[in-house]
């Protein structure tokens, strides 16, 4: 395997670091607000186990400190009588943890059976990782969205995950559980929301340079805004209007854009890297990081290495007029 040089050198590369470790912990404090049946059957089995471990860890110590206290050499003693064994201490020991472990089984059994169950035969949503985003396709409507994953709020969805390329690991701390995506061995997990609202997602298992940048967006919102968001995404791409999109439109066509990404409605149709045909109705760019600005669009159209170093699309070293109608036609894409 070959290994990723980390192009950012320094100051810059230790800031990122530190910022990725800051990150990891606000990961992992999210899944302290869990916000679905699933993920609160998780909090509360992680909450029960803590208090027994708890207990257990009080209970050896107490027992180690009162042993030494009272049972210390004195002066002039000698070594103790020494014995064989002793069955009543025996069974207690045995049983005591064969109780503890039989009660902590049943109680993860349960919490599976309510944050896992079988998964049914067609799911609602394929999601694919790719180094270094999401892609998210919705099996009954059509619809394809990359990063910015809309579901109905108070309903389970039925997930099937699967990798383009390497290990990636979809999770959603507020939500549900981890789950690995395999590239040709698709895992299936549940998700869910009760309340409408935006849950930031996570890439957890390390995939390469911008692994740290590997965010997505949940938006749970109520039905009948689901469904205007999903036949908005259905919609063909907008047509360019003005000279600028126009020329913007005949550029990306002409240009390698066409070999990674797709357009509704255009000759470009390839699902290398995101879909742009609703580009513009997303919050956010570069799978989180930067806001989805038309000034974030120029920037990253001009270098998009300066701002996600290592991602896929290379620098195609455009004129800044070429960018200015690329990004006057990729803006009308709402
Ligand atoms: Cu994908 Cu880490």
């Not at 002409?254 to 990404?261: A, G, R, T, Y």
Request: proline share 7%.
């Amino acid at each position: 395997m070959r290994w990723y040089a980390c192009p950012l050198q320094g100051r810059r590369r230790m800031n990122l670091q530190l910022s990725s470790a800051l990150l990891l912990g606000a990961d992992v404090l999210r899944s302290l607000n869990p916000q679905s049946p699933q993920a609160r059957a998780i909090f509360n089995l992680g909450i029960v186990t803590a208090i027994v471990l708890a207990v257990i860890f009080a209970v050896v110590v107490a027992i180690v400190v009162y042993a030494l206290v009272r049972f210390r050499q004195r002066k002039g003693e000698g070594d103790p009588e020494q014995k064989a064994g002793y069955l009543p201490i025996e069974i207690v020991w045995t049983v005591i943890p064969f109780v503890i472990v039989t009660v902590l089984f049943v109680l993860a059994a349960r919490t599976m059976g309510i944050s896992d169950p079988a998964p049914p035969p067609n799911p609602d949503l394929v999601i694919i990782g790719h180094q270094w985003w999401w892609e998210a396709r919705y099996t009954k409507s059509g619809v394809i969205a990359a990063n910015e994953i809309h579901i109905p709020v108070g309903k389970p969805i039925a997930l099937k995950l699967d990798s383009a390329d390497v290990l990636h690991e979809f999770w959603v701390p507020e939500l549900a559980r981890k789950m690995t995506t395999v590239p040709g061995h698709p895992n299936h997990m549940w998700l869910q929301a009760d309340k409408a609202g935006t849950y930031l997602g996570f890439c957890s298992e390390f995939c390469g340079t911008q692994h740290a940048w590997m965010h997505f967006l949940i938006v749970a919102e109520p039905q009948e805004n689901f469904e205007t968001w999903e036949n908005a995404q259905l919609a063909p791409a907008a047509v360019p209007v003005t000279e600028n999109a126009r020329k913007g439109l005949a550029l990306f066509e002409q240009m390698s854009c066409v070999n990674c990404h797709a357009i509704e409605g255009t000759t470009a149709s390839a699902s290398v890297g995101p879909n742009l045909t609703h580009f513009a109705s997303r919050r956010q760019l570069g799978a989180g990081i930067v806001a989805n600005t038309p000034e974030n669009l120029r920037r990253w159209l001009t270098d998009p290495q300066k701002v996600k170093p290592g991602a896929k699309m290379p620098d195609f070293k455009f004129t800044s007029e070429q960018v200015t109608d690329l990004a006057d036609y990729i803006e009308t894409l709402k």
